[in-house]
């Protein structure tokens, strides 16, 4: 059983950054392939990025291509998403997950959720 633990959302302006962390409770971390998905109110769950368990390789929707990164330390059990150039329409909660099927952008391939973390995005 993982555990996902997620922190760093907040309040930001438009055009501003903000760097979220999951932290794993496994330590075999380094063997899921995690990603990080967004919902915002009044709206479905949206995949944003993904990352492999090396890290060798990663994906990320469209609308946040360039703008966010997606990496992680298997030494600290630990996710990251740093968001950059960010838009109010990135307002959302922000959810990291664990899968140990092969890479997916569907949320129904992941197995472990985090409770999520806010972040919104003024203009």
């Known amino acids: 059983q993982v555990q996902l633990v997620e922190s760093g959302g907040g309040l930001v302006q438009a055009g501003g950054s903000l760097r979220l962390s999951c932290v794993a409770s496994?330590?075999?971390?380094?063997?899921?392939?995690m990603a990080w998905f967004r919902q915002a109110p009044g709206k479905e769950r949206e995949f944003v990025a993904a990352i492999s368990g090396g890290s060798r390789n990663t994906d990320y929707v469209d609308s946040v291509q360039g703008r966010f990164t997606v990496s992680r330390d298997n030494a600290k059990n630990t996710l990251y998403l740093e968001m950059n150039s960010l838009k109010p329409e990135d307002t959302a909660v922000y959810y990291c997950a664990a899968s140990t099927i092969a890479p997916s952008r569907r949320g129904d391939q992941y197995g472990y959720w985090g409770q999520g973390t806010q972040v919104i995005v003024s203009s």
């Open positions: 496994e330590r075999a971390f380094s063997v899921y392939y």
